[in-house]
C-alpha cells in the first residue's frame, strides 16, 4: 500500500511588532431610536397587513391601494428589518 505523504511542519508565528500592534476599538451602542423604529415598523407593518386582511379592503383608504396594500404592509416590515441591522 501507498504511503502518505508527509506533512511540511507549521512554522512558529512570528511576534508582532510593538508599535504595530493594532487595537480593536468596539462600536458603541446604538442610539436609543433604533429598536424603537425597529418595533415600531414591525408593529405598523403587521397591523396594516391584519387590517387589509380582516377588513378585506373596506378600511377607509385602503379601498384605493387594492392589492398594493399587500406591497406597503411588506414594506413596512422590510424597513423594519434593514434597521434591525443598525441595532447593536
Same mark, same amino acid.
Given at each position: 500500500? /501507498?504511503?502518505?505523504?508527509?506533512?511540511? !511542519?507549521?512554522?512558529?508565528?512570528? /511576534?508582532?511588532?510593538?508599535?504595530?500592534?493594532?487595537?480593536?476599538?468596539?462600536? !458603541?451602542?446604538?442610539?436609543? +431610536?433604533? /429598536?424603537?423604529?425597529?418595533l415600531?415598523?414591525?408593529?405598523? &407593518?403587521?397591523? +396594516?397587513?391584519?387590517?387589509?386582511?380582516?377588513?378585506?379592503?373596506?378600511?377607509?383608504?385602503?379601498?384605493?391601494? &387594492?392589492a +398594493?396594500?399587500?406591497?406597503?404592509?411588506?414594506?413596512?416590515?422590510?424597513?423594519?428589518? &434593514?434597521?434591525?441591522?443598525? +441595532?447593536?
Amino acid at each position: 500500500m /501507498p504511503e502518505s505523504r508527509r506533512r511540511k !511542519p507549521k512554522k512558529a508565528p512570528t /511576534p508582532a511588532l510593538a508599535g504595530a500592534a493594532r487595537v480593536q476599538r468596539r462600536k !458603541p451602542p446604538s442610539r436609543p +431610536w433604533v /429598536p424603537a423604529l425597529m418595533l415600531a415598523c414591525f408593529i405598523i &407593518g403587521v397591523a +396594516w397587513l391584519l387590517l387589509y386582511y380582516f377588513s378585506s379592503g373596506g378600511f377607509p383608504g385602503m379601498g384605493l391601494l &387594492g392589492a +398594493w396594500n399587500v406591497f406597503v404592509g411588506f414594506a413596512f416590515v422590510v424597513v423594519g428589518l &434593514g434597521v434591525a441591522t443598525q +441595532w447593536r
